[in-house]
C-alpha cells in the first residue's frame, strides 16, 4: 500500500515557511529516497498576509502536487489556523504557535500547542529560526522523514555562517517534541 | 536548490529547471524585465550566462527587452526571454515583427492570474489564447504547456531547437504551479540532450537572399556581422527582406509565413494519450491541470470506468485531427481548465458537434481539484 503525507505550514508572509517546506522536501527526496513535492501559496506582499506552504511525500509519483487531506497543519496564527483547520484528516495533527492561536478548533486531530516563536527567540537567541524550530517539532511528531535527512537538507540550505544557529533551532525542535510525547 | 552528486537527485522548480534547460539548448542571451512568478529564471541566467559567455540584460520595460532579444538572435544567439501575463500583453507588438523577420526565440510566460496585473502570485491558464492570438495578423507562432519540473526542462530545450528549425518565436507557457513547485528530479545528462543549430546560408555567397522562397519554406539565415548586410523589417517584403506593395510578392510570403507550421504540424505537435484506446469518456487537460485529470482518470479507471486522458505538450498549433478522432469514439470530453474556457472552445470546434463538450473552469487562483474532475467523469460516464 502506498503512502500520501500532507504536510501544510502555515502562517505570515516572511515567517520563513516556503523554505521549511522546501527543506522538508528536500530531506525526504534527496536523503531519505521518497517522492516529494513542494509548492506554496501567498500574496503579493513582502511582508505580512497569509503564506502557506505544502509538501506531499510518497512513495508514489505526485500527480497532484497540492495538499487537500493534512495529515500535519502547522499554524503560526489565528488566521492561519481558522482557515485551515477544516482540511485536516480526522488523525490528523494540528500543531499550533501556543502564544499566536488562541481559539483552537474542536475536533477528533491531535493538537499540540508549542510556544514555537518563543522558542526560537529565547532558547535559540533569534526570532528569525522558529521556522526551523517547527521544522524540528514536525520532524519528531510525523516521523515521515527522518531527523539525519532533515538536518542534512537544513545544512545543504540555509546562508552560510547561519548553520550552527538553525542546527540549534532543529534540536530545540525535536526537544520540544520529545516533551510531548 | 540542493543536489546530492552521488545519484543525481535534485530538488529544483520549474522556473529553475526552465532556466537550466535554457542553458543545455545553448541560449547565450537573455533580455528581460523582472515579473513574479517569473522572475527567479531571469534571476538564474543574470548569475549563469557570464559565466559561459553568455550576455544578461535587465532592459527599461518588456517590449525592449523582446526588441533586444530579437537584435541578439539576428546576431546570432539563441535568445530568451521570461515573463507574465502583464509582461507578455507588452511584448505583443515585437513577438509579432519577430513572427513577421522570422526570427528565433523563445518566450517564456509563467501564467498568473489576469486581466490586467490581477493576480502576481496565484497560478492560471489565461493567456493560452493570447499566446496564439496576441499580436496583431495573420501569424505563425508555436506554444508549448509543460506540466512538471522534468518536463519544463525538455520543453525549454524542445522551444529552442523548434525556435531554431522553424524560423518562429516559440512561446513556453509555465503556470505557477509548474514555475513555483519544487519537486524531485534527475535532469538528462548533456549528451543526452538533442540540440537543434538553425540552418545557416553562406556569408561569402554575394547573391544571398535573406528571405528566399525555399522548397523547405524556411530560408537559410545568416547572422548579422558575418559579412553580407542585409534588411529586416516588420512591414511585408519580397524575398531581399526591403519592403514592397506587391501584391503577389506579399500573399507569397504571408502564405509560406503560415504555411511553414502547418506543413511541419506533424514534426511539432506532440501530447499524451493515457488509457484513450476504448475509453467512453476523455479529458482533455493541459499544464498543471493535467495533473489533477490525471488523478481522476486513475482513480476513475480503479473504479472501473472507462476514461482516458488527451493531454496536448504542444498547444499550437493545435492538434484538431487528433481532438477529432478522439470525439469521433467518445460520448463526453471533460475540459477542466483554470480560465472561462479558452481551450474547451478550441475542443468543441475540432470536436465538430460529435461529442459533448464539458467544461470545468476555476479561476480564482486556486487549481482545479482532482475530484471535482472525477466527480464530472463519474457524472458523464
Known amino acids: ?181 | 536548490m540542493v543536489t546530492k552528486e552521488k545519484n543525481r537527485i535534485r530538488v529544483m522548480t520549474g522556473n529553475e529547471a526552465c532556466a537550466e534547460g535554457a542553458l543545455a539548448a545553448g541560449c547565450r542571451f537573455f533580455a528581460g524585465y523582472p515579473i513574479t512568478p517569473s522572475s527567479e529564471i531571469a534571476e538564474i541566467l543574470s548569475r549563469e550566462l557570464p559565466k559561459v559567455g553568455g550576455k544578461f540584460i535587465q532592459m527599461e520595460d518588456e517590449i525592449a527587452a523582446m526588441g533586444a532579444v530579437i537584435g541578439a538572435s539576428l546576431a546570432g544567439s539563441k535568445s530568451l526571454t521570461a515573463t507574465s501575463g502583464p509582461g507578455f500583453s507588452l511584448k505583443q507588438e515585437n513577438i509579432g515583427y519577430a513572427s513577421m523577420a522570422e526570427v528565433p526565440c523563445v518566450i517564456v510566460n509563467v501564467m498568473r492570474g489576469g486581466p490586467s496585473t490581477g493576480l502576481p502570485t496565484l497560478p492560471s491558464q489565461s493567456d493560452v489564447m493570447q499566446a496564439r492570438w496576441g499580436t496583431h495578423g495573420d501569424h505563425p507562432i508555436i506554444a508549448l504547456a509543460p506540466s512538471s519540473v522534468r518536463e519544463s526542462f525538455d520543453w525549454t530545450v524542445r522551444a529552442f531547437n523548434l525556435s531554431e528549425t522553424y524560423r518562429v518565436p516559440v512561446v513556453l507557457l509555465l503556470d505557477e504551479i509548474v514555475g513555483h513547485t519544487s519537486e524531485k528530479v534527475v535532469l538528462p545528462d548533456t549528451s543526452e540532450i538533442q540540440i537543434v543549430e538553425r540552418q545557416k546560408g553562406d556569408p561569402k555567397n554575394k547573391d544571398y537572399l535573406p528571405y528566399k522562397q525555399t522548397e523547405s519554406d524556411i530560408p537559410p539565415m545568416i547572422s548579422f556581422g558575418e559579412g553580407i548586410r542585409f534588411h529586416v523589417t516588420g512591414l511585408c517584403h519580397d524575398e531581399t527582406g526591403f519592403p514592397t506593395n506587391d501584391s503577389q510578392k506579399i500573399d507569397l510570403l504571408l502564405r509560406r509565413l503560415n504555411r511553414k507550421i502547418e506543413r511541419y504540424r506533424d514534426q511539432i505537435t506532440d501530447n499524451q494519450r493515457d488509457q484513450l484506446d476504448d475509453a467512453d469518456v476523455a479529458v482533455f487537460a493541459y499544464g498543471s491541470t493535467s495533473r489533477s485529470a490525471r488523478w481522476a482518470v486513475r482513480r476513475a479507471r480503479e473504479e472501473g470506468l472507462r476514461v482516458g486522458l488527451f493531454r496536448p505538450i504542444v498547444l499550437w498549433p493545435f492538434p484538431e485531427d487528433e481532438v477529432f478522432s478522439i470525439a469521433q469514439k467518445v460520448h463526453h470530453i471533460i475540459v477542466p481548465e483554470m480560465n472561462l474556457g479558452q481551450m474547451a472552445h478550441e475542443v468543441e470546434w475540432a470536436s465538430r458537434g460529435s461529442t459533448d463538450v464539458i467544461r470545468i473552469n476555476r479561476i480564482d487562483g486556486d487549481p482545479v481539484r482532482p475530484q471535482v474532475i472525477l466527480e464530472k467523469i463519474k457524472e458523464v460516464a
Request: glycine share 8%; charged share 25%; proline share 3%.
Open chain 1, 1 to 181: 500500500m502506498s503512502f500520501r503525507t500532507e504536510i501544510r505550514l502555515s502562517g505570515e508572509g516572511g515567517q520563513g515557511l516556503v523554505l521549511a517546506g522546501k527543506v522538508l522536501a528536500e530531506a525526504a527526496a534527496i536523503y531519505d529516497d521518497k517522492n516529494a513535492t513542494q509548492s506554496q501559496s501567498y500574496g503579493p506582499e513582502a511582508r505580512g498576509g497569509a503564506s502557506r506552504s505544502e509538501v506531499i511525500i510518497s512513495d508514489d509519483e505526485i500527480d497532484y502536487p497540492k495538499a487537500v487531506n493534512l495529515d500535519l497543519l502547522l499554524a503560526l496564527t489565528q488566521e492561519s489556523c481558522s482557515r485551515y483547520w477544516k482540511d485536516l484528516k480526522d488523525d490528523g495533527i494540528l500543531l499550533v504557535d501556543s502564544d499566536s492561536v488562541k481559539d483552537i478548533p474542536e475536533g477528533s486531530f491531535k493538537v499540540f500547542k508549542v510556544p514555537i516563536i518563543a522558542i526560537a527567540e529565547q532558547e535559540v537567541g533569534k526570532a528569525l529560526v522558529a521556522n526551523i524550530v517547527a521544522l524540528g517539532i514536525i520532524t519528531g511528531l510525523a516521523k515521515v522523514v527522518s531527523e539525519e535527512a532533515v538536518e542534512a537538507a537544513i545544512l545543504a540550505r540555509v546562508p552560510k555562517g547561519t548553520e550552527e544557529l538553525n542546527v540549534k533551532a532543529f534540536k530545540a525542535g525535536l526537544q520540544a517534541a520529545k516533551d510531548l510525547s
